[in-house]
C-alpha cells in the first residue's frame, strides 16, 4: 500500500483529468476572431479584463525571465484556451489555479485546463515563460543602443507576451520590470504609488499601471540609460519624457514643444484621454514613430537636426499625439479600420503644418488626390485595404491609409462643412473614449451631426476602386493612374 498526501492525490486527479481531456478532444489549431487582414489574431471565447506582466531584464540579447497573469471573463463554455504568443519558451501555465497542458499551433498557444471552463464566470491564467528580444525584425522588442523598447504595432505583442493580441479586446496593464542597477525603466501609465522602485541587491523593479484600458499593439516598455523629464502640459496634465540621458539637455528645446502641442490639439477635439503624455526618444532604428499608449516611442535620429526641418518634426509629433485620441482612446474595431487612425492623425499632421506656414492643407490634400487612385490600385481603398497574398505577411501601413484616407476627412469637411465636421470630431472621441469603433459607427454619427445620411456620400471614398470627385474643387479632375 501506498500513501499519498492529499495535495499529491489532487495532483494525480488533475493529471489524470488533462489526460483524459486530451484524448477525447481534436488536436489543437490556431483561431483568430476573424479579422479579415489578420485572420488567427485574436481568440473568440473570452474577453480580457487585464494583464500583468512581470519581466527581468539581463541585456538587450538575453531573453528575459517573465510572468504573464491574465483576468478574463468567459464568454462561452471553453475546453481550450487559445492565447496568441511566439518567439518564446513555456514553462508553465495555470488556469483558475490549476495546472494546465499547453501546446503551440501556428502562433498560438493552446491551454487544455484540468476541467472545462463554463460561460461568464472569472478566468485566471498564468503563464510562466521567457521573452525574447533577439527579433527577426517584425515588430515586438526593438533593441536600442543602451536597452530595449517596445514596437507590437499591429501584430507584435504576441511576440513580447502571452495575449488576445486585437485591439478590439483592450484590457488594463501592470507592468513589473527587473532591470540592473543604472538603467531606467519607464512603462504605459503611471508608477504605482504603493510599489516604488524596489532594489534588490544589483537590480531594481519598477512598477507602472495604466488608469484606462490598452490595446496590446499599444503597450510600452523602455529600458535603457535613461532620463525621465517632466514637465507640465494643459489643466496641470503631468508630463513624462524619455530620452538618452546623455542627450538630455540637447533634446530639452524639442521636449517643450509638447505642451504647446496638446493645447493645439485640445482646442480641436476636446481634452486629452489619458492620465499623463510624454515623447520616448530611443537610440533605435526602426524606420517609423508609433503611439504607444501615453508614451510615443520616436528615433532619434529625427532630432538630429540632419535632413529634417523643424516644422516637419514637430508636424510628426503632433502626428502621434493625435493617435492618442483616435487609435489609441478610440481603438478600431477591425485592422480594416486603420484608416480612422491614420486618416485623423494624418489630417492634423496636415493641419498643424498648414498652421505654421510651410505646407498647405489644401496643396497636401490636392496632391493626395492626384495619387489616390494609384494608391487604390496598389492596397486597396481605404476602409477595405487589400489581403496579404497567400504565404506573405501583410504590408498594412500603406499611403492609401494615410494620405489616402486623410483625403476622405477632407471630403466630409468640404460636404458637410467645417463647423458641423468639427462636431463630428469632437463627438467622435468623446463618444468612444475608452472603447472600440470602426468605420460604420463613424459613418452613422457623421450622418447625425450633418442631419442626413452620408453614406451614399462616404461609401465610395471609403470603399471604391477610384476616387470621386472632390466637393467644391472640380479643378481637381485630373488624377494620376
Not at 165 to 184: I, M, Q, S
Not at 230 to 252: E, I, K
Not at 279 to 305: D, K, M, N, P, Y
Request: glycine letters at 8%; aromatic letters at 10%.
Amino acid at each position: 500500500m501506498q500513501l499519498t498526501s492529499p495535495r499529491l492525490r489532487a495532483s494525480l486527479l488533475a493529471a489524470a483529468s488533462l489526460t483524459l481531456v486530451a484524448a477525447v478532444l481534436p488536436p489543437p489549431k490556431a483561431l483568430g476572431i476573424g479579422d479579415p487582414l489578420f485572420p488567427e489574431l485574436g481568440n473568440p471565447g473570452y474577453d480580457v479584463l487585464s494583464y500583468d506582466l512581470s519581466l527581468t531584464y539581463k541585456d538587450n540579447l538575453t531573453p528575459l525571465d517573465a510572468v504573464t497573469v491574465i483576468d478574463a471573463r468567459t464568454l462561452r463554455p471553453l475546453e481550450r484556451i487559445n492565447l496568441d504568443f511566439t518567439h518564446g519558451k513555456v514553462a508553465s501555465v495555470e488556469v483558475n489555479g490549476e495546472p494546465a497542458r499547453f501546446e503551440s499551433a501556428g502562433e498560438d498557444l493552446v491551454l487544455t485546463p484540468a476541467q472545462p471552463v463554463t460561460a461568464h464566470v472569472p478566468l485566471h491564467i498564468t503563464v510562466r515563460h521567457t521573452s525574447d528580444p533577439r527579433g527577426r525584425g517584425d515588430g515586438g522588442w526593438v533593441p536600442t543602443d543602451d536597452g530595449l523598447a517596445m514596437a507590437n504595432q499591429a501584430d507584435a505583442a504576441h511576440r513580447v507576451f502571452p495575449c488576445n493580441d486585437h485591439p478590439a479586446d483592450k484590457a488594463y496593464f501592470t507592468f513589473r520590470v527587473t532591470a540592473p542597477e543604472g538603467l531606467t525603466v519607464v512603462a504605459n501609465g503611471v508608477p504605482v504609488p504603493a510599489l516604488p522602485a524596489l532594489r534588490t541587491g544589483p537590480s531594481t523593479t519598477w512598477t507602472y499601471k495604466t488608469l484606462h484600458p490598452m490595446a496590446t499593439e499599444l503597450a510600452q516598455v523602455s529600458v535603457g540609460r535613461s532620463a525621465v523629464v517632466h514637465d507640465t502640459g494643459p489643466h496641470g496634465l503631468p508630463l513624462r519624457h524619455v530620452v538618452p540621458a546623455a542627450d538630455r539637455q540637447r533634446l530639452d528645446p524639442w521636449l517643450k514643444k509638447t505642451a504647446g502641442h496638446i493645447a493645439w490639439m485640445e482646442e480641436r477635439v476636446g481634452r486629452y484621454p489619458f492620465e499623463n503624455y510624454g515623447v520616448l526618444i530611443a537610440r533605435a532604428t526602426t524606420g517609423f514613430e508609433l503611439e504607444t499608449q501615453t508614451l510615443s516611442l520616436f528615433e532619434h535620429s529625427l532630432f538630429s537636426g540632419e535632413g529634417y526641418p523643424e516644422w516637419y518634426v514637430e508636424a510628426v509629433m503632433v502626428h502621434e499625439l493625435a493617435h492618442q485620441w483616435f487609435g489609441d482612446s478610440v481603438t478600431p474595431r477591425t485592422w480594416s479600420d486603420l484608416w480612422l487612425n491614420e486618416g485623423h492623425a494624418t489630417w492634423y499632421e496636415a493641419l498643424y503644418a498648414d498652421g505654421l506656414g510651410k505646407y498647405s492643407l489644401e496643396r497636401r490634400m490636392r496632391e493626395a488626390y492626384q495619387r489616390s487612385d494609384q494608391w487604390r490600385a496598389a492596397g486597396g481603398p481605404p476602409a477595405a485595404p487589400k489581403p496579404a497574398a497567400p504565404g506573405e505577411k501583410i504590408g498594412l501601413f500603406r499611403p492609401v491609409v494615410y494620405d489616402g484616407a486623410a483625403l476622405i476627412l477632407y471630403a466630409l469637411r468640404q460636404e458637410i462643412g467645417a463647423p458641423a465636421f468639427d462636431r463630428v470630431e469632437r463627438r467622435w472621441v468623446e463618444q468612444n473614449r475608452d472603447g472600440v469603433a470602426g468605420t460604420a459607427d463613424f459613418v452613422r454619427l457623421a450622418s447625425q451631426e450633418a442631419g442626413r445620411d452620408l453614406e451614399p456620400f462616404l461609401k465610395p471614398w471609403l470603399y471604391g476602386k477610384t476616387t470621386p470627385p472632390m466637393p467644391g474643387h472640380p479643378e481637381w479632375g485630373g488624377k494620376s493612374v
